[in-house]
């Protein structure tokens, strides 16, 4: 009896791990049998094209930027700093008597340093340097070689080239980008009707790195030193400016 009842126990047993066995084996065959439809085909391709164009803007200069410094050396540094500020503030009130606003006159570096003098392989302390140096921008460009020549009558040490730029350069930049898009824009719609096909968004944009381009001079050119004053203050041609803005446009496409 206990036999039989083993016997009986065994076979349901192995009853029960033949139907799991089974149903494990179908439900392998039917995802075998789904993924038949994949075989040889690749991850939907991701239809797009991209064009590129290009904006170029003019720039006329408006401003004018210079710079000049003030270097003077004596015994104490109390004596350095009044014979500097003399002189620096002599330049300063030449530059406000000609209309330069307190906003456009900035120091970039003011220095003290100790004054050596070196006799016999040995350095001896004899005084204090004071160095200055002040930057000007010019609005009125008219009056930039007159500036330049009075600063150069001072006696200040160090007047460095006259610079040309445009005070609001970001809006050239916003000029040219926008006629960049613009070209972009019309050479993706010609290669669509070309390709027969259709402009559904743009994907990506990428500007590159800025190109302020070159200036263009007629006449002497814009950069010069001053060593001593002119008789005649330099008429200074500011010439123009290329700004070029290149894109990249994504567009995808159906």
Do not use: C
Not at 80 to 100: M, R, S, V
Not at 212 to 218: D, I, P, Q, T, V
């Amino acid at each position: 009896m206990n036999n039989e009842n083993v016997k009986n126990n065994i076979w349901k047993a192995g009853l029960v791990v033949s139907v799991l066995l089974a149903i494990f084996l179908t439900v392998i065959s039917i995802k075998e049998f789904k993924s038949l439809r994949y075989v040889g085909k690749d991850t939907p391709i991701y239809n797009s094209i991209t064009v590129n164009g290009k904006g170029e803007a003019i720039s006329i200069p408006d401003i004018a930027t210079f710079s000049f410094g003030v270097i003077e050396t004596a015994k104490t540094i109390d004596e350095a700093q009044t014979k500097a500020t003399t002189k620096t503030n002599n330049a300063i009130k030449a530059l406000k008597d000609a209309g330069i606003a307190d906003k456009d006159i900035k120091t970039l570096s003011y220095n003290i340093n100790p004054h050596y003098e070196y006799m016999d392989m040995k350095s001896t302390l004899t005084g204090y340097d004071i160095s200055q140096t002040i930057q000007v921008k010019v609005r009125d460009l008219k009056k930039a070689g007159a500036l330049l020549s009075a600063i150069g009558s001072l006696k200040v040490q160090n007047v460095n080239s006259l610079i040309f730029s445009t005070d609001d350069i970001d809006g050239i930049k916003a000029e040219a980008r926008e006629l960049a898009i613009e070209n972009a824009k019309e050479k993706a719609k010609n290669l669509s009707r070309q390709l027969g096909v259709k402009l559904v968004r743009i994907t990506s944009f990428y500007e590159q790195g800025d190109d302020m381009g070159s200036y263009y001079r007629e006449g002497i050119g814009a950069d010069m030193q001053v060593k001593s004053m002119s008789a005649v203050a330099p008429e200074i041609p500011t010439g123009e400016q290329k700004v070029i803005s290149n894109v990249s446009v994504t567009y995808e496409i159906r």
